[in-house]
């Protein structure tokens, strides 16, 4: 079956913009993760969904970032107000449940470029 | 909190040399760990995990939990193995595992 798909694959936008981030999991994954990848730097995990729920907010950098998910589908990652520092790759995972050593499956990532 | 040390950036070997990744880890728990791999224009994909004990591709990777360290290694490298490697490591809070924290990663390069 298709993997995870994220849209758009590229971004630009001028800073101060507001930014919509989306990502279509696997069917029938029931947790969805989305982490963010600056230039040089490691995978920075953001947050976790378990079914349409956020237990756990405290990874997204600030409160112009934000994040939906409907039901146990797409979910939406919106950053406010961009800023150049908010430039990365914006990648998405599910998997299975929310299992200690389910294998997360990675999106091909959405570039986000602030000028 | 977690953390993951990969120390190398590049590491450049030739074909049919032995190679080995280095991963370093900090928590005081019994994490779960993980090697990812990036081959060019591809996504991020599962290696291989400590708790499976398992081969993959030819790369074997053992926890070492008095080094804390999950270094990957492979005995004679391949052209195909050029690829970013990530290390990563999952801990599990109360009613699931989080996300998993990452290594900023290895460029490995296998030189014909």
């Not at chain 1, 995990?45 to 907010?57: H, R, T």
């Not at chain 2, 074909?15 to 990812?36: D, H, I, M, R």
């Not at chain 2, 360290?69 to 490697?85: I, N, R």
Request: aromatic content about 12%; hydrophobic content about 30%; charged content about 20%.
């Amino acid at each position: 079956g298709a993997g995870v798909s994220q849209s758009p694959s590229n971004k630009v936008t001028e800073k101060g913009k507001d930014v919509e981030l989306r990502c279509d999991p696997i069917s029938g994954h029931t947790a969805l993760y989305w982490y963010r990848q600056r230039l040089g730097q490691g995978l920075e995990f953001l947050i976790y969904f378990q079914g349409n729920s956020a237990p756990d907010k405290s990874g997204l950098p600030s409160d112009r970032f934000s994040a939906e998910r409907t039901g146990e589908s797409v979910s939406t990652l919106t950053i406010q107000r961009t800023q150049q520092e908010d430039s990365a790759v914006y990648l998405c995972a599910s998997s299975l449940i929310r299992g200690f050593t389910d294998t997360q499956y990675f999106g091909p990532g959405t570039r986000l470029t602030v000028l | 909190a977690q953390r993951v040390t990969q120390p190398e950036k590049l590491l450049s070997v030739f074909k049919g040399a032995p190679v080995e990744l280095k991963c370093n880890y900090s928590y005081s728990g019994s994490p779960e760990l993980f090697w990812y791999v990036q081959y060019s224009r591809q996504r991020l994909q599962l290696l291989l995990r400590h708790i499976s004990r398992e081969s993959i591709k030819g790369f074997t990777a053992d926890l070492n939990k008095g080094e804390t360290s999950f270094h990957l290694k492979k005995p004679f490298a391949q052209e195909e193995d050029s690829a970013m490697y990530y290390c990563a490591l999952r801990v599990y809070s109360g009613g699931g595992a989080d996300g998993l924290t990452f290594g900023k990663g290895t460029h490995l390069i296998i030189q014909p």
